[in-house]
């Protein structure tokens, strides 16, 4: 079975510090790609970041950054300098490159202190 | 550009009623996907429309789920009757159909109540 896996429920940082959200999967596919979505109390998905499978470098956006370690398959995201604004629920999904099916962890809730 | 648009955002209904949600994708995306998303829980696929054809409805359950694209454009989810399971949040997402993978941009979704 294709599964995702994100082993911390909860997790709280105090604001301008760095928090690392865990993320595995399971997949027998070797192409696919991989996602950090985030969900705000509004509950509109928006991507956060993504990484192709096939790149060694791990993926960077501003504050947001993964540690993608394929042989693992772990894909942790770690956010930077936190703000108020970050606080959210945070999935980690895959896609892999026959399907367009996004198979989603259960999710990480993030309390960012001021 | 507008985002995904999604009504009712909240509905509550008795067991065994009727219930339809409605999604109007992002201008010029031709893919279309209904999720459900349990409480605590990551969505789940429920059908995949490319243009007006569900290319992948494997996960929803025919017998009281239904859904349409008519036109390839806006899209119909419709629940009859409703169970008490049924109560979750369904989001609609989009994306443009021309590149693997995807990127999906979410509705806001509608939580449906199941009393």
């Known amino acids: 079975a294709q599964t995702v896996t994100q082993s911390q429920p909860e997790m709280s940082v105090q604001e301008a510090e760095t928090v690392t959200l865990s993320c595995t999967y399971d997949?027998?596919?070797?192409?696919?790609?991989l996602f950090w979505y985030k969900q705000p109390p509004s509950r509109q998905m928006i991507l956060v970041i993504r990484?192709?499978?096939?790149?060694?470098q791990n993926a960077t956006e501003n504050r947001f950054s993964v540690n993608f370690q394929k042989a693992a398959k772990s894909f942790s995201l770690k956010i930077s300098d936190s703000q108020l604004g970050d606080a959210a629920m945070y999935f980690c999904?895959?896609?892999?490159?026959?399907?367009?099916?996004?198979?989603f962890g259960q999710g990480t809730r993030l309390t960012i202190n001021p | 550009e507008a985002g995904v648009v999604q009504s009712p955002r909240y509905k509550i209904i008795e067991k065994k009623q009727p219930v339809a949600f409605w999604c109007n994708p992002i201008?010029?995306?031709?893919?279309l996907y209904w999720y459900l998303q349990n409480l605590g829980q990551g969505p789940e696929l429920l059908i995949r429309?490319?243009?007006?054809?569900?290319?992948?409805d494997s996960q929803l359950p025919k017998d009281r789920f239904s859904a349409e694209r008519l036109k390839g454009v806006d899209s119909t989810l419709k629940i009859q009757p409703a169970e008490l399971g049924d109560s979750a949040v369904y989001l609609c997402?989009?994306?443009?159909?021309?590149?693997?993978?995807?990127?999906?941009?979410f509705g806001p979704g509608t939580r449906l109540t199941v009393l």
């Open positions: 997402a989009s994306s443009r159909g021309d590149r693997v993978p995807d990127t999906q941009y």
């Open positions: 997949t027998s596919e070797s192409d696919y790609y």
């Open positions: 990484q192709e499978a096939y790149k060694q």
């Open positions: 999904a895959y896609v892999t490159q026959g399907a367009q099916k996004l198979v």
């Open positions: 201008s010029g995306h031709n893919t």
């Open positions: 429309y490319e243009n007006e054809e569900a290319v992948d």
